[in-house]
């Protein structure tokens, strides 16, 4: 999961926005109209941030039709998701505009807007460019925005698809790269606060002892004794198999590498988390914990994306951070035996 303002808050945050009355004027309120691909019935949920606050709208799509009606005086991104959070489809809102949206199931990069030039313009530049945007996305975007510093498309791929993970430093020259009018604060706000988090000092300090549930609704605690403890988090949703592999791997040559191993995954529930993971076989320590990036347990850390990964001495001192798997089992194996 690359980091993405939208997806955090929407993993993290449960708060639900009743839908706005039909009495508003159309200068107080925007509407988004819908089809999907196929015509399936299904519940979505609608996710923006606005004025200081998470926003959420639950609605229903019949045969394939939807539509809703929300309230932001200023631009901002509004992500559209099915139920369990999957993004179908991202558009720039704001009050007294209608947008038209055609979605398909498990691809977002297909999704297609109308009801503005912004919005086609984004649509147009995500679909037929999905390839680099799935294998590549700090290229093209570091790529685009150095041609189009005076386009507000700019900040929007900037907050939606970089990875600023993988460099918080390069994404904040970009952002600088960027014409004031271009990157509105409603925009980057979030993004700056994410950035701030990346190179904040919950970076270094040292992870404190917390708990989480593991099989069986049983409580256990992370760090363990190993000399070496990795702290993988992710969510079904992500990469699985990549991620399998690297943790196998580790806990095939745990006792060589004086390792102990924590996988969590933070998905919704448990019953989401265990399902997801079944096909796993798991034989390290998997745990569950609630509330995404946002739980207590994890805010400390200044976690920016998922899936990450932190490994830590005994004590929780910790010694490298990535947001790939790759990197972490790299840093064990060349560092167990010192």
């Not at 086609?120 to 945007?133: C, E, K, M, T």
């Not at 490298?320 to 798997?325: E, F, N, P, V």
Request: aromatic share 8%.
């Amino acid at each position: 999961m690359k980091i993405n303002l939208y997806h955090s808050f929407t993993a993290a945050v449960l708060g639900l926005l009743s839908l706005i009355s039909a009495g508003c004027s159309d200068s107080e309120q925007f509407r988004v109209n819908g089809t999907i691909e196929g015509k399936p019935t299904l519940n979505l949920r609608a996710n923006y941030y606005s004025n200081g606050a998470f926003r959420s709208i639950i609605t229903a799509c019949r045969d394939g039709e939807f539509e809703f009606f929300a309230s932001s005086d200023n631009p901002v991104i509004l992500e559209i998701t099915d139920y369990e959070y999957h993004p179908m489809a991202r558009l720039l809102v704001r009050n007294g505009e209608t947008y038209k949206v055609e979605m398909t199931q498990g691809d977002r990069f297909a999704s297609k807007t109308s009801g503005s030039d912004i919005n086609s313009r984004w649509s147009g530049l995500v679909s037929g460019n999905a390839d680099s945007l799935r294998l590549s996305p700090n290229n093209f975007i570091a790529h685009y925005i150095g041609s189009h510093p005076d386009d507000m498309l700019s900040t929007i791929l900037l907050v939606t698809e970089y990875n600023a993970a993988a460099d918080p430093e390069q994404a904040d020259s970009l952002l600088a790269l960027i014409a004031p009018e271009a990157r509105p604060s409603s925009l980057t706000d979030g993004f700056n606060h994410l950035l701030s988090r990346l190179v904040s000092e919950s970076a270094e300090a040292p992870v404190k002892p917390f708990a989480y549930v593991a099989h069986n609704d049983t409580l256990k605690t992370f760090p363990a004794a190993g000399k070496l403890n990795l702290l993988s988090l992710s969510t079904t949703d992500n990469n699985r198999d990549s991620i399998v592999s690297s943790l196998r791997r580790l806990h095939r040559n745990r006792s060589r590498l004086q390792l102990s191993l924590t996988d969590i995954i933070l998905d919704h529930d448990t019953i989401e988390a265990w399902r997801g993971v079944r096909s796993d076989s798991a034989a390290w320590q998997q745990g569950w914990l609630p509330g995404v990036t946002a739980n207590p347990a994890l805010d400390p850390l200044g976690i920016p994306s998922l899936p990450y990964f932190i490994v830590c001495d005994s004590t929780g001192t910790q010694l490298m951070r990535t947001s790939r798997i790759s990197e972490a089992e790299e840093y064990i194996n060349n560092h167990s035996a010192r």
